[in-house]
């Protein structure tokens, strides 16, 4: 899997781009973990990346997404951007293409803004990302309330990342999360059943005692 992200990655540097593994493959490698899947960020446009990946699958052009199909699995490239306003809650309503510190600026938490370059091995690290992944906290990036507010699921994934990783909510971030907790209705009950299944994978008593103790439960599950 790495060898296929890799070969993308030198495909791209050889046409002039920058290309830097992202995402959670550098997080699990932190972690001393294996990653499920490769994504790549890039200084290629959409159109750059399919010119040089004939076979590449515009699943998400809008916002600067190719995914290529590899024996291994597929590669999500993305370039560097931006994000306009949130309209929706959910996604930008327009995108500007930048570079990688700017890029790392509108990921959700630390430990999901970090890069690697694929041929050193070296943390590329704009957000403190490394730092708080040694203190084993989930801490959004700059302003918490800001960074919910823009895509409200992010709420509930911040529980759900504490317990994938077996690491705390930093104290802001979680205050946020409390603060926020009724914004999350706003969002369709399809992406909040994926991330409930995903919470109670990873800790079912743990789990909702998490959503209890931040305010989250009467909003997702009322039920309970």
């Keep these: 899997m790495r060898a296929d992200a890799l070969e993308i990655a030198r495909t791209l540097r050889a046409a002039g781009h920058q290309a830097l593994f992202c995402g959670g493959a550098v997080r699990a490698r932190l972690l001393g973990r294996s990653p499920k899947d490769y994504d790549l960020a ?7 990346g399919a010119a ?3 076979e590449a699958v515009l699943v998400g ?3 600067g997404v190719l995914v290529l ?8 490239v993305a370039s560097f ?5 949130y309209v929706d809650g959910r996604r930008p309503e327009t995108i500007v293409y930048s570079d990688p510190p700017t890029d790392a600026q509108r990921r959700d938490f ?3 803004g970090l890069f690697e370059d694929p041929e050193t091995g070296e943390i590329v690290d ?6 708080d992944m040694g203190r084993r906290l989930v801490r959004a990036i700059g302003d918490a309330r800001a960074r919910f507010r823009e895509d409200k699921l992010r709420i509930l994934r911040a529980v759900r990342f504490a317990l994938q990783l077996d690491f705390a909510i930093d104290p802001d971030t979680r205050d946020a ?4 907790a009724p914004l999350i209705r706003e969002v369709s009950a399809e992406r909040i059943r994926d991330e409930l299944l995903l919470i109670l994978k990873y800790g079912r008593g743990r789990g909702l005692r998490l959503l209890r103790d931040t305010g989250l439960l009467p909003h997702v599950l009322p039920e309970v």
């Design 42 to 48: 890039t200084s290629a446009t959409p159109e750059e």
């Design 52 to 54: 040089l990946f004939p």
């Design 61 to 63: 052009a809008q916002f």
């Design 69 to 76: 199909p590899r024996p291994s699995g597929d590669v999500e």
């Design 81 to 85: 951007r931006a994000d306009g306003l």
């Design 110 to 112: 630390t430990i999901n």
């Design 126 to 131: 704009y957000v403190d990302g490394r730092r």
């Design 177 to 180: 999360v409390q603060e926020l």
